[in-house]
Protein backbone atom coordinates (compact mmCIF):
# COMPACT_ATOMS: atom_id res chain seq x y z
CA UNK A 1 0.00 0.00 0.00
CA UNK A 2 1.58 3.05 -1.23
CA UNK A 3 0.34 6.44 0.99
CA UNK A 4 1.07 9.95 0.25
CA UNK A 5 3.00 10.18 3.88
CA UNK A 6 5.50 7.82 3.66
CA UNK A 7 7.97 10.21 2.32
CA UNK A 8 7.44 12.13 5.45
CA UNK A 9 8.73 8.56 7.60
CA UNK A 10 11.87 8.79 9.66
CA UNK A 11 14.77 6.97 8.49
CA UNK A 12 14.51 3.65 11.20
CA UNK A 13 10.64 3.97 10.75
CA UNK A 14 9.03 0.90 8.64
CA UNK A 15 6.06 1.52 6.49
CA UNK A 16 5.07 -2.00 8.20
CA UNK A 17 6.08 -3.79 11.61
CA UNK A 18 5.76 -7.77 12.06
CA UNK A 19 3.10 -8.36 15.12
CA UNK A 20 3.87 -11.82 16.94
CA UNK A 21 0.67 -12.93 18.17
CA UNK A 22 1.80 -12.94 21.80
CA UNK A 23 -0.13 -12.23 25.25
CA UNK A 24 0.74 -9.63 27.04
CA UNK A 25 1.33 -11.36 29.79
CA UNK A 26 4.04 -13.65 28.21
CA UNK A 27 6.06 -10.14 27.00
CA UNK A 28 6.46 -9.93 30.46
CA UNK A 29 7.20 -12.78 31.65
CA UNK A 30 9.94 -12.67 29.17
CA UNK A 31 11.90 -9.89 30.94
CA UNK A 32 11.37 -11.36 34.09
CA UNK A 33 13.42 -14.41 32.93
CA UNK A 34 15.63 -13.00 31.16
CA UNK A 35 16.65 -10.60 33.92
CA UNK A 36 14.90 -11.05 37.02
CA UNK A 37 17.05 -7.99 39.39
CA UNK A 38 16.00 -5.64 36.89
CA UNK A 39 14.29 -3.05 38.05
CA UNK A 40 10.73 -2.56 37.59
CA UNK A 41 8.73 -0.12 39.10
CA UNK A 42 10.69 2.82 40.64
CA UNK A 43 8.88 5.44 43.15
CA UNK A 44 10.28 7.57 45.40
CA UNK A 45 13.49 5.38 46.98
CA UNK A 46 11.37 2.17 46.57
CA UNK A 47 12.51 -0.55 43.90
CA UNK A 48 10.48 -3.44 42.38
CA UNK A 49 12.13 -5.50 40.66
CA UNK A 50 10.49 -7.91 37.38
CA UNK A 51 11.49 -10.79 39.92
CA UNK A 52 9.80 -9.27 42.47
CA UNK A 53 6.86 -8.01 40.63
CA UNK A 54 6.08 -11.12 39.08
CA UNK A 55 6.16 -12.92 42.05
CA UNK A 56 3.74 -10.30 43.86
CA UNK A 57 1.50 -10.56 40.88
CA UNK A 58 0.95 -14.38 40.66
CA UNK A 59 0.42 -14.37 44.14
CA UNK A 60 -2.70 -12.07 43.53
CA UNK A 61 -3.62 -13.68 40.40
CA UNK A 62 -3.86 -17.49 42.51
CA UNK A 63 -5.54 -15.84 45.32
CA UNK A 64 -8.21 -13.70 42.92
CA UNK A 65 -8.61 -17.44 41.52
CA UNK A 66 -9.46 -19.41 44.80
CA UNK A 67 -12.14 -16.54 45.10
CA UNK A 68 -13.69 -17.75 42.04
CA UNK A 69 -12.55 -14.96 39.74
CA UNK A 70 -11.60 -16.62 36.17
CA UNK A 71 -10.83 -15.83 32.94
CA UNK A 72 -12.99 -13.45 30.84
CA UNK A 73 -14.42 -11.84 34.29
CA UNK A 74 -13.94 -7.66 34.85
CA UNK A 75 -11.96 -6.82 37.80
CA UNK A 76 -11.99 -3.05 38.29
CA UNK A 77 -9.08 -1.16 39.40
CA UNK A 78 -9.06 2.33 40.92
CA UNK A 79 -5.92 4.14 42.31
CA UNK A 80 -2.93 7.05 41.11
CA UNK A 81 0.33 5.79 40.03
CA UNK A 82 1.28 3.63 42.64
CA UNK A 83 2.74 0.01 42.31
CA UNK A 84 -0.06 -1.64 43.35
CA UNK A 85 -1.90 -0.94 40.55
CA UNK A 86 0.12 -2.42 38.44
CA UNK A 87 0.67 -5.26 40.53
CA UNK A 88 -2.68 -6.16 40.35
CA UNK A 89 -2.74 -5.29 36.45
CA UNK A 90 -0.07 -7.57 35.70
CA UNK A 91 -1.94 -10.81 38.08
CA UNK A 92 -5.10 -9.71 35.36
CA UNK A 93 -3.13 -10.37 32.19
CA UNK A 94 -1.83 -13.82 34.02
CA UNK A 95 -5.26 -14.96 34.19
CA UNK A 96 -6.78 -13.41 31.32
CA UNK A 97 -9.36 -11.39 33.66
CA UNK A 98 -10.37 -8.46 31.98
CA UNK A 99 -9.38 -4.64 33.70
CA UNK A 100 -12.00 -1.87 34.29
CA UNK A 101 -9.77 0.87 34.58
CA UNK A 102 -11.53 3.54 36.87
CA UNK A 103 -10.60 7.04 37.83
CA UNK A 104 -9.87 7.46 41.88
CA UNK A 105 -11.76 10.85 41.66
CA UNK A 106 -15.14 9.16 40.09
CA UNK A 107 -17.93 9.78 42.62
CA UNK A 108 -20.02 6.84 43.55
CA UNK A 109 -22.60 7.04 41.11
CA UNK A 110 -19.81 7.10 38.08
CA UNK A 111 -18.05 3.91 40.64
CA UNK A 112 -21.55 2.31 40.45
CA UNK A 113 -22.36 2.59 36.42
CA UNK A 114 -18.75 1.04 35.99
CA UNK A 115 -19.44 -1.91 38.05
CA UNK A 116 -22.99 -2.34 36.23
CA UNK A 117 -22.04 -1.88 32.79
CA UNK A 118 -18.96 -3.97 32.84
CA UNK A 119 -20.48 -6.88 35.11
CA UNK A 120 -16.99 -6.78 37.64
CA UNK A 121 -17.53 -8.60 41.17
CA UNK A 122 -14.14 -7.24 42.03
CA UNK A 123 -12.66 -3.86 42.55
CA UNK A 124 -9.26 -3.20 43.56
CA UNK A 125 -8.61 0.37 45.52
CA UNK A 126 -6.28 2.46 47.27
CA UNK A 127 -7.31 3.05 50.13
CA UNK A 128 -7.96 6.64 50.55
CA UNK A 129 -10.43 6.23 47.90
CA UNK A 130 -11.75 2.74 48.90
CA UNK A 131 -14.75 4.43 50.61
CA UNK A 132 -16.92 4.96 47.83
CA UNK A 133 -16.26 1.06 46.07
CA UNK A 134 -17.35 -0.03 49.54
CA UNK A 135 -20.27 2.32 49.37
CA UNK A 136 -21.56 0.98 45.97
CA UNK A 137 -20.62 -2.96 47.25
CA UNK A 138 -23.13 -2.23 50.39
CA UNK A 139 -25.30 -0.91 48.30
CA UNK A 140 -26.03 -4.27 46.93
CA UNK A 141 -27.45 -3.14 43.81
CA UNK A 142 -24.64 -3.86 41.32
CA UNK A 143 -23.01 -7.29 40.70
CA UNK A 144 -19.58 -6.18 43.67
CA UNK A 145 -18.82 -9.15 45.60
CA UNK A 146 -15.60 -7.92 47.22
CA UNK A 147 -13.43 -4.28 47.42
CA UNK A 148 -9.91 -5.06 47.90
CA UNK A 149 -8.10 -2.52 50.01
CA UNK A 150 -4.55 -1.56 49.83
CA UNK A 151 -3.03 0.89 52.23
CA UNK A 152 0.52 3.11 51.11
CA UNK A 153 3.25 3.51 53.12
CA UNK A 154 2.85 7.07 55.46
CA UNK A 155 -0.51 7.32 54.47
CA UNK A 156 -2.97 4.90 56.74
CA UNK A 157 -7.05 5.03 56.03
CA UNK A 158 -9.00 3.29 58.57
CA UNK A 159 -11.33 0.95 56.80
CA UNK A 160 -14.44 -0.82 57.95
CA UNK A 161 -14.97 -4.01 58.67
CA UNK A 162 -17.63 -5.93 56.35
CA UNK A 163 -18.71 -9.07 54.05
CA UNK A 164 -16.55 -8.48 50.75
CA UNK A 165 -14.14 -5.91 52.15
CA UNK A 166 -10.14 -7.71 52.05
CA UNK A 167 -7.10 -6.33 52.56
CA UNK A 168 -4.56 -6.47 49.84
CA UNK A 169 -1.72 -7.64 51.47
CA UNK A 170 -3.37 -10.18 52.96
CA UNK A 171 -4.84 -11.40 49.60
CA UNK A 172 -1.34 -11.18 48.51
CA UNK A 173 -0.50 -13.35 50.93
CA UNK A 174 -2.89 -16.23 50.71
CA UNK A 175 -2.10 -16.66 47.21
CA UNK A 176 0.36 -19.71 46.22
CA UNK A 177 3.78 -18.21 43.96
CA UNK A 178 3.76 -20.25 41.09
CA UNK A 179 2.69 -19.43 37.76
CA UNK A 180 -0.91 -19.99 37.16
CA UNK A 181 -2.09 -22.74 34.83
CA UNK A 182 -4.43 -20.14 32.53
CA UNK A 183 -3.76 -20.42 28.78
CA UNK A 184 -3.77 -16.73 27.46
CA UNK A 185 -4.59 -15.89 23.82
CA UNK A 186 -3.19 -12.60 22.09
CA UNK A 187 -7.00 -12.46 20.90
CA UNK A 188 -8.47 -12.32 24.43
CA UNK A 189 -9.91 -9.21 26.02
CA UNK A 190 -7.16 -7.56 28.34
CA UNK A 191 -9.11 -4.17 28.98
CA UNK A 192 -12.51 -2.35 29.16
CA UNK A 193 -11.33 1.14 28.45
CA UNK A 194 -14.47 3.46 29.15
CA UNK A 195 -15.04 6.43 27.03
CA UNK A 196 -17.43 8.06 25.61
CA UNK A 197 -17.32 7.25 22.45
CA UNK A 198 -19.17 8.89 19.73
CA UNK A 199 -22.71 9.09 21.12
CA UNK A 200 -21.47 10.30 24.40
CA UNK A 201 -22.69 7.35 26.44
CA UNK A 202 -20.17 5.91 28.40
CA UNK A 203 -18.91 3.04 26.82
CA UNK A 204 -16.32 0.03 27.38
CA UNK A 205 -14.00 -0.29 24.77
CA UNK A 206 -13.26 -4.01 24.08
CA UNK A 207 -8.76 -4.12 23.50
CA UNK A 208 -7.18 -7.38 22.94
CA UNK A 209 -4.02 -8.23 24.20
CA UNK A 210 -2.90 -7.58 20.58
CA UNK A 211 -4.63 -4.82 20.20
CA UNK A 212 -2.37 -3.42 23.20
CA UNK A 213 1.23 -5.16 21.98
CA UNK A 214 0.54 -3.77 18.94
CA UNK A 215 0.48 -0.29 19.95
CA UNK A 216 3.52 -0.73 21.60
CA UNK A 217 5.25 -2.49 18.91
CA UNK A 218 4.15 0.83 16.38
CA UNK A 219 5.48 3.23 19.52
CA UNK A 220 8.41 1.44 19.45
CA UNK A 221 9.36 1.47 16.24
CA UNK A 222 8.39 5.29 15.48
CA UNK A 223 10.83 6.32 18.73
CA UNK A 224 13.42 4.22 16.92
CA UNK A 225 15.17 7.12 15.56
CA UNK A 226 15.49 8.82 19.21
CA UNK A 227 16.39 5.63 21.31
CA UNK A 228 19.10 3.88 18.40
CA UNK A 229 21.88 4.99 20.97
CA UNK A 230 20.33 2.48 23.79
CA UNK A 231 19.70 -1.12 24.25
CA UNK A 232 15.86 -1.73 24.51
CA UNK A 233 15.87 -2.65 28.62
CA UNK A 234 17.93 0.77 28.90
CA UNK A 235 14.23 2.25 28.40
CA UNK A 236 13.19 4.36 31.84
CA UNK A 237 9.25 6.50 31.44
CA UNK A 238 8.79 8.80 33.77
CA UNK A 239 5.10 8.38 34.30
CA UNK A 240 3.18 11.53 35.16
CA UNK A 241 -0.16 11.13 33.70
CA UNK A 242 -2.56 8.67 35.14
CA UNK A 243 -1.66 4.95 34.79
CA UNK A 244 -6.02 4.51 34.47
CA UNK A 245 -5.75 6.54 31.32
CA UNK A 246 -5.01 4.48 27.96
CA UNK A 247 -2.51 7.57 27.71
CA UNK A 248 -0.61 7.16 30.64
CA UNK A 249 -0.80 3.72 30.76
CA UNK A 250 0.34 3.01 26.86
CA UNK A 251 3.31 5.53 27.35
CA UNK A 252 4.44 3.37 30.70
CA UNK A 253 3.33 0.13 31.22
CA UNK A 254 2.47 -1.44 28.09
CA UNK A 255 5.74 0.21 26.38
CA UNK A 256 7.83 -1.60 29.04
CA UNK A 257 6.19 -4.81 28.25
CA UNK A 258 7.91 -4.42 24.84
CA UNK A 259 10.99 -2.96 25.97
CA UNK A 260 11.74 -4.66 29.54
CA UNK A 261 12.94 -1.21 30.66
CA UNK A 262 11.65 0.75 33.88
CA UNK A 263 8.87 2.58 35.31
CA UNK A 264 9.03 5.85 37.38
CA UNK A 265 6.33 6.51 38.98
CA UNK A 266 5.38 9.99 39.95
CA UNK A 267 2.71 10.90 42.62
CA UNK A 268 1.28 13.27 43.80
CA UNK A 269 2.22 14.46 40.02
CA UNK A 270 2.87 18.51 40.60
CA UNK A 271 5.59 19.91 38.77
CA UNK A 272 8.21 20.10 41.77
CA UNK A 273 7.41 16.10 42.34
CA UNK A 274 8.22 15.88 38.49
CA UNK A 275 11.38 17.67 38.48
CA UNK A 276 12.41 16.23 41.77
CA UNK A 277 12.26 12.55 40.27
CA UNK A 278 13.87 13.87 36.67
CA UNK A 279 16.51 14.83 38.96
CA UNK A 280 16.66 11.47 41.05
CA UNK A 281 16.03 8.97 38.34
CA UNK A 282 17.25 10.34 35.32
CA UNK A 283 14.24 9.18 33.22
CA UNK A 284 14.91 9.18 28.91
CA UNK A 285 11.12 8.84 27.89
CA UNK A 286 8.67 11.36 28.75
CA UNK A 287 4.36 11.71 28.14
CA UNK A 288 3.22 14.83 28.56
CA UNK A 289 0.49 17.09 28.02
CA UNK A 290 1.18 20.91 27.39
CA UNK A 291 0.47 22.53 30.44
CA UNK A 292 2.83 20.22 32.44
CA UNK A 293 5.28 21.36 29.75
CA UNK A 294 4.76 25.29 29.92
CA UNK A 295 4.76 25.03 33.74
CA UNK A 296 8.20 22.95 33.72
CA UNK A 297 9.39 25.70 31.13
CA UNK A 298 8.83 28.06 33.65
CA UNK A 299 10.08 26.35 36.61
CA UNK A 300 12.86 28.72 38.50
CA UNK A 301 15.13 25.20 38.65
CA UNK A 302 14.47 24.20 35.63
CA UNK A 303 17.94 25.23 34.62
CA UNK A 304 19.97 23.41 36.96
CA UNK A 305 18.23 19.79 36.81
CA UNK A 306 18.66 17.23 34.62
CA UNK A 307 16.51 17.73 31.93
CA UNK A 308 18.58 16.57 29.51
CA UNK A 309 18.42 13.09 30.45
CA UNK A 310 15.04 13.24 28.63
CA UNK A 311 15.58 12.05 24.58
CA UNK A 312 12.00 11.90 23.62
CA UNK A 313 8.78 13.15 24.56
CA UNK A 314 5.13 12.68 23.53
CA UNK A 315 2.72 15.21 24.06
CA UNK A 316 -1.05 15.14 23.46
CA UNK A 317 -4.47 15.82 24.63
CA UNK A 318 -4.44 19.38 22.98
CA UNK A 319 -1.84 21.25 20.71
CA UNK A 320 1.61 22.46 22.42
CA UNK A 321 1.93 26.37 21.82
CA UNK A 322 5.43 25.96 19.50
CA UNK A 323 7.10 28.69 21.63
CA UNK A 324 6.71 26.23 24.35
CA UNK A 325 7.85 23.51 22.44
CA UNK A 326 10.65 25.22 21.15
CA UNK A 327 11.65 26.31 24.87
CA UNK A 328 11.61 23.06 26.05
CA UNK A 329 13.35 21.35 23.32
CA UNK A 330 15.93 23.64 24.11
CA UNK A 331 16.67 23.35 27.54
CA UNK A 332 16.16 19.54 27.56
CA UNK A 333 17.80 18.53 24.14
CA UNK A 334 14.37 16.11 23.48
CA UNK A 335 12.50 15.90 20.97
CA UNK A 336 8.41 16.30 21.10
CA UNK A 337 6.70 14.54 18.77
CA UNK A 338 2.47 15.53 18.98
CA UNK A 339 0.06 12.96 18.32
CA UNK A 340 -3.83 12.23 18.04
CA UNK A 341 -5.61 8.93 19.28
CA UNK A 342 -8.30 7.52 21.24
CA UNK A 343 -9.33 5.14 23.65
CA UNK A 344 -10.94 3.16 20.84
CA UNK A 345 -7.72 2.57 18.69
CA UNK A 346 -5.66 2.02 21.76
CA UNK A 347 -4.10 5.49 21.68
CA UNK A 348 -2.48 6.86 18.82
CA UNK A 349 -3.67 6.71 15.81
CA UNK A 350 -1.30 9.55 14.08
CA UNK A 351 1.96 11.50 15.39
CA UNK A 352 4.16 14.30 13.78
CA UNK A 353 7.37 12.77 12.67
CA UNK A 354 10.65 13.36 14.81
CA UNK A 355 13.07 14.64 12.44
CA UNK A 356 11.65 15.01 9.28
CA UNK A 357 9.09 17.51 9.00
CA UNK A 358 6.29 18.39 12.09
CA UNK A 359 4.00 20.72 10.97
CA UNK A 360 2.44 23.41 13.28
CA UNK A 361 -1.14 22.72 14.13
CA UNK A 362 -1.16 19.80 12.46
CA UNK A 363 -1.48 15.94 14.40
CA UNK A 364 0.62 14.45 12.20
CA UNK A 365 0.23 11.85 10.05
CA UNK A 366 -1.04 8.00 11.00
CA UNK A 367 1.75 5.23 12.27
CA UNK A 368 2.43 2.12 10.61
CA UNK A 369 -0.18 0.40 9.24
CA UNK A 370 -2.57 2.16 9.72
CA UNK A 371 -5.10 3.86 6.91
CA UNK A 372 -7.14 7.17 7.39
CA UNK A 373 -9.58 8.66 5.08
CA UNK A 374 -11.55 11.71 5.05
CA UNK A 375 -15.37 11.27 4.07
CA UNK A 376 -18.30 12.93 3.77
CA UNK A 377 -20.44 13.62 6.54
CA UNK A 378 -23.45 12.55 5.02
CA UNK A 379 -23.39 8.82 3.72
CA UNK A 380 -19.74 8.05 5.36
CA UNK A 381 -18.97 6.74 2.06
CA UNK A 382 -17.41 9.44 0.05
CA UNK A 383 -13.98 9.70 -0.03
CA UNK A 384 -12.96 13.69 0.34
CA UNK A 385 -10.39 15.60 -1.68
CA UNK A 386 -7.22 16.85 -0.17
CA UNK A 387 -8.23 19.91 1.97
CA UNK A 388 -11.88 19.40 2.16
CA UNK A 389 -12.71 17.91 5.68
CA UNK A 390 -15.13 15.62 6.70
CA UNK A 391 -15.04 12.83 9.35
CA UNK A 392 -12.14 10.90 10.06
CA UNK A 393 -11.87 7.43 9.82
CA UNK A 394 -9.08 4.57 10.43
CA UNK A 395 -8.12 0.97 9.95
CA UNK A 396 -5.25 -0.45 11.86
CA UNK A 397 -3.99 -3.06 14.19
CA UNK A 398 -4.95 -1.50 17.61
CA UNK A 399 -8.30 -0.43 16.93
CA UNK A 400 -10.71 -2.15 19.44
CA UNK A 401 -13.26 -4.99 18.76
CA UNK A 402 -16.47 -3.61 19.88
CA UNK A 403 -18.27 -1.46 22.77
CA UNK A 404 -18.73 -3.64 25.38
CA UNK A 405 -22.43 -5.10 25.19
CA UNK A 406 -22.97 -2.18 22.43
CA UNK A 407 -23.95 -3.77 19.68
CA UNK A 408 -26.42 -0.58 18.14
CA UNK A 409 -23.42 1.42 19.08
CA UNK A 410 -20.45 -0.58 17.91
CA UNK A 411 -22.67 -1.01 14.75
CA UNK A 412 -22.32 3.03 14.35
CA UNK A 413 -18.75 3.25 15.28
CA UNK A 414 -17.38 0.35 13.68
CA UNK A 415 -18.51 0.06 9.55
CA UNK A 416 -16.66 -2.78 6.91
CA UNK A 417 -13.62 -2.55 9.12
CA UNK A 418 -13.52 1.29 9.78
CA UNK A 419 -13.45 3.09 13.04
CA UNK A 420 -15.18 6.48 12.34
CA UNK A 421 -13.96 8.56 15.27
CA UNK A 422 -16.95 11.15 15.09
CA UNK A 423 -13.93 13.87 14.80
CA UNK A 424 -14.09 16.27 11.71
CA UNK A 425 -10.63 16.89 10.37
CA UNK A 426 -9.00 17.36 6.48
CA UNK A 427 -5.98 15.80 5.06
CA UNK A 428 -3.04 18.40 3.34
CA UNK A 429 -1.26 17.61 0.16
CA UNK A 430 1.94 15.98 1.98
CA UNK A 431 -0.29 13.55 4.17
CA UNK A 432 -1.02 15.51 7.21
CA UNK A 433 -4.11 15.41 9.14
CA UNK A 434 -5.49 18.59 10.72
CA UNK A 435 -8.73 18.61 12.86
CA UNK A 436 -11.32 21.11 12.76
CA UNK A 437 -14.39 20.32 14.68
CA UNK A 438 -15.88 17.43 16.86
CA UNK A 439 -18.72 15.87 15.56
CA UNK A 440 -19.50 14.88 18.71
CA UNK A 441 -20.05 17.26 21.76
CA UNK A 442 -17.27 15.89 23.44
CA UNK A 443 -14.69 18.40 25.91
CA UNK A 444 -10.90 18.02 26.11
CA UNK A 445 -9.75 19.41 29.45
CA UNK A 446 -6.44 18.08 31.09
CA UNK A 447 -6.14 15.16 29.08
CA UNK A 448 -9.49 14.21 30.23
CA UNK A 449 -12.72 13.20 28.00
CA UNK A 450 -15.95 15.45 29.52
CA UNK A 451 -19.32 14.59 28.03
CA UNK A 452 -21.40 17.99 28.23
CA UNK A 453 -24.67 15.68 28.16
CA UNK A 454 -24.00 14.28 31.75
CA UNK A 455 -23.75 17.48 33.46
CA UNK A 456 -26.63 18.66 31.63
CA UNK A 457 -28.79 15.73 33.01
CA UNK A 458 -27.52 16.26 36.27
CA UNK A 459 -28.34 20.05 36.49
CA UNK A 460 -31.69 18.44 34.99
CA UNK A 461 -32.11 17.35 39.05
CA UNK A 462 -31.75 20.11 40.38
CA UNK A 463 -35.08 22.14 41.54
CA UNK A 464 -34.79 25.32 40.51
CA UNK A 465 -33.07 24.36 36.82
CA UNK A 466 -35.12 24.84 34.06
CA UNK A 467 -32.93 24.75 31.05
CA UNK A 468 -29.25 23.73 31.26
CA UNK A 469 -26.47 23.23 28.48
CA UNK A 470 -22.34 22.43 28.81
CA UNK A 471 -19.72 23.74 26.27
CA UNK A 472 -16.30 23.60 26.07
CA UNK A 473 -14.66 27.04 26.13
CA UNK A 474 -10.83 27.47 25.37
CA UNK A 475 -8.55 27.31 28.38
CA UNK A 476 -4.75 28.12 28.07
CA UNK A 477 -3.77 25.21 30.57
CA UNK A 478 -6.18 22.50 30.33
CA UNK A 479 -6.90 23.06 27.00
CA UNK A 480 -10.67 23.65 27.30
CA UNK A 481 -12.79 24.34 30.53
CA UNK A 482 -16.47 23.49 30.84
CA UNK A 483 -19.12 26.62 30.64
CA UNK A 484 -22.71 25.91 31.68
CA UNK A 485 -25.47 27.93 30.69
CA UNK A 486 -28.85 28.19 33.10
CA UNK A 487 -31.94 29.22 32.65
CA UNK A 488 -33.71 29.10 36.19
CA UNK A 489 -37.43 28.52 37.13
CA UNK A 490 -39.69 30.89 37.12
CA UNK A 491 -39.29 32.72 40.26
CA UNK A 492 -36.23 30.42 41.70
CA UNK A 493 -32.96 31.98 41.73
CA UNK A 494 -29.22 30.58 41.75
CA UNK A 495 -25.45 31.54 43.01
CA UNK A 496 -22.15 30.26 40.43
CA UNK A 497 -20.81 29.13 43.66
CA UNK A 498 -24.49 26.66 44.42
CA UNK A 499 -24.43 25.35 41.00
CA UNK A 500 -20.58 24.21 41.40
CA UNK A 501 -20.88 22.79 44.59
CA UNK A 502 -24.10 20.71 43.46
CA UNK A 503 -21.88 19.38 40.57
CA UNK A 504 -18.92 18.58 42.88
CA UNK A 505 -20.86 16.38 44.85
CA UNK A 506 -22.22 14.11 41.77
CA UNK A 507 -19.07 14.76 39.68
CA UNK A 508 -15.30 13.89 38.85
CA UNK A 509 -13.35 17.55 39.76
CA UNK A 510 -12.53 17.64 35.68
CA UNK A 511 -16.31 17.39 34.96
CA UNK A 512 -16.78 20.43 37.41
CA UNK A 513 -18.02 23.39 35.64
CA UNK A 514 -15.31 26.41 35.62
CA UNK A 515 -17.70 29.58 34.72
CA UNK A 516 -21.60 29.45 34.94
CA UNK A 517 -23.80 31.98 32.91
CA UNK A 518 -27.68 32.57 33.94
CA UNK A 519 -29.96 33.60 30.95
CA UNK A 520 -33.43 34.08 29.92
CA UNK A 521 -33.51 31.20 27.80
CA UNK A 522 -31.67 29.01 25.83
CA UNK A 523 -31.19 29.14 21.95
CA UNK A 524 -32.74 25.99 20.83
CA UNK A 525 -32.63 23.30 17.72
CA UNK A 526 -35.54 22.70 15.10
CA UNK A 527 -35.84 19.46 17.46
CA UNK A 528 -36.38 22.32 20.54
CA UNK A 529 -33.10 20.62 22.02
CA UNK A 530 -30.69 23.00 23.48
CA UNK A 531 -28.41 24.35 20.64
CA UNK A 532 -24.55 24.05 21.97
CA UNK A 533 -23.64 25.30 18.48
CA UNK A 534 -25.19 28.10 18.70
CA UNK A 535 -23.79 28.80 22.07
CA UNK A 536 -20.44 28.32 21.45
CA UNK A 537 -20.36 31.08 18.41
CA UNK A 538 -21.96 32.78 21.39
CA UNK A 539 -18.90 32.37 23.34
CA UNK A 540 -16.47 32.69 20.83
CA UNK A 541 -18.22 36.15 19.75
CA UNK A 542 -18.03 37.78 23.41
CA UNK A 543 -14.31 36.54 23.18
CA UNK A 544 -13.77 38.39 20.51
CA UNK A 545 -12.85 35.08 18.48
Known sequence: MDRVWYQWYDKEVPHSIFYPPVA??????????????????????????????????????????????????????TAPNVPQYIIAQQACFKIGAIVVPVNPLATVREIQYAI??????????????????????????????????????GSPVDIEKGNGILDFEEVIGSGADTEPDVKVLHT??????????????????????????????????????????????????????PLYHIYGFNFSVNMNLIHGGSIVLVTPPTIDNILDNINRHEPNLFQAVPTIIIELNHHPDIGKSKISSIMGLFCGSAPLPVEAMKTFEELSGAKITEGYGSSETS??????????KRKTGSVGIPWPDNDIKIVDLETGTKEMPVGEPGELIAKGPTIMSEYWEKPE?????????????????YMDEDGYFFIVDRKKDMVISSGFNVYPRDIDELMYGHPSVLR????????????????????????????????????KESLSAYKVPKYVEFIDELPLTSFGKPDRKALRQMEMEKRGN
Not at 44 to 69: E, P, W
Not at 197 to 216: D, P
Not at 468 to 485: H, N, Q, T, W, Y
Open 24 to 77: LKDWFLKHVHRDPDKEYIIINDTVITYGQCNSMSRRFANALMDMGVKKGDRVAL
Open 116 to 153: NDSGAETIVSMAMFAGKSIEVLKGGDTPLKRVIVFQVK
Open 188 to 241: DTAMLQYTGGTTGVSKGCKLSNYNLSNIALQDSHWLKPIYSSIESHELKTLTVL
Open 347 to 356: NVLTVNPIFT
Open 409 to 425: ETEMALKDGWFYTGDIA
Open 468 to 503: ACAIGVPDEKRGESIKLFIVTKPDMTMTEEEVIAYC
